[in-house]
T-cell receptor, first 115, second 113 residues
Framework: NAGVMQNPRHLVRRRGQEARLRCSPM?????VYWYRQLPEEGLKFMVY????????ESGMPKERFSAEFPKEGPSILRIQQVVRGDSAAYFC?????????????FGPGTRLTVT | AQSVAQPEDQVNVAEGNPLTVKCTYS??????LFWYVQYPNRGLQFLLK??????LVKGSYGFEAEFNKSQTSFHLKKPSALVSDSALYFC???????????FGPGTRLSVLP
């Protein structure tokens, strides 16, 4: 059973460009979470999605950031007009069920560098 | 609001010695507590969790953690450290009604040969 897949693993963008990060959850998982990790810091929650629905986006900046999890295909985190402060590692996690007792399974992350 | 503290940025221990990585939490409800480990340039790997029941929970790679409600702590322990345990360790909490984790800042564990 393949784990959570993220691509690309490394992404370099110039200021003002768009970044698209992809996440394929584990097979059978319908709940996806995105987190951001700044260097030497813990992970900060950004958004929680189920298929075709955003459940909780309380951690996502109001501007330039958006996320989707379509009926078919991976979840996408999109960052428009990137700035240097967006440089971070972005992790996706998935879980099979909703409910606080379930652990989340994390992907390897996408490291975004904005030059 | 939920919060997690890991009071030590760095823990150094000699191989073969017992290790403890500390975690305290603050929540306004029943806590569900988790430990994850992160190796360099990798995602987080689940180690163990406390949901209910026995306060001592056992997890992967010989790790265990003790839930202490009165001290609001969930310290990670291992009786005998290995050099390969060197990594970044994160404590996380959720409340019974919540979906997302709140992570601590992480503790870097170095096991010296």
């Amino acid at each position: 059973n393949a784990g959570v897949m993220q691509n690309p693993r490394h992404l370099v963008r110039r200021r003002g460009q768009e970044a698209r990060l992809r996440c394929s959850p584990m097979k059978g998982h319908s709940h996806v979470y995105w987190y951001r990790q700044l260097p030497e810091e813990g992970l900060k929650f950004m958004v929680y999605l189920q298929k075709e629905n955003i459940i909780d986006e309380s951690g996502m900046p109001k501007e330039r950031f958006s996320a989707e999890f379509p009926k078919e295909g991976p979840s996408i985190l999109r960052i428009q007009q990137v700035v240097r402060g967006d440089s971070a590692a972005y992790f996706c996690a998935s879980s099979p069920e909703t409910g606080s007792s379930y652990e989340q399974y994390f992907g390897p992350g996408t490291r975004l560098t904005v030059t | 609001a939920q919060s997690v503290a890991q009071p030590e940025d760095q823990v150094n221990v000699a191989e073969g010695n017992p290790l403890t990585v500390k975690c305290t939490y603050s929540v306004s409800g029943n806590p569900y507590l988790f430990w994850y480990v992160q190796y360099p340039n990798r995602g987080l790997q689940f180690l163990l969790k406390y949901i209910t029941g026995d306060n001592l929970v056992k997890g992967s790679y010989g790790f265990e953690a003790e839930f202490n409600k009165s001290q609001t702590s969930f310290h990670l322990k291992k009786p005998s450290a290995l050099v390969s345990d060197s990594a970044l360790y994160f404590c996380a909490v959720r409340v019974a009604y919540g979906q997302n984790f709140v992570f601590g800042p992480g503790t870097r564990l170095s096991v010296l040969p």
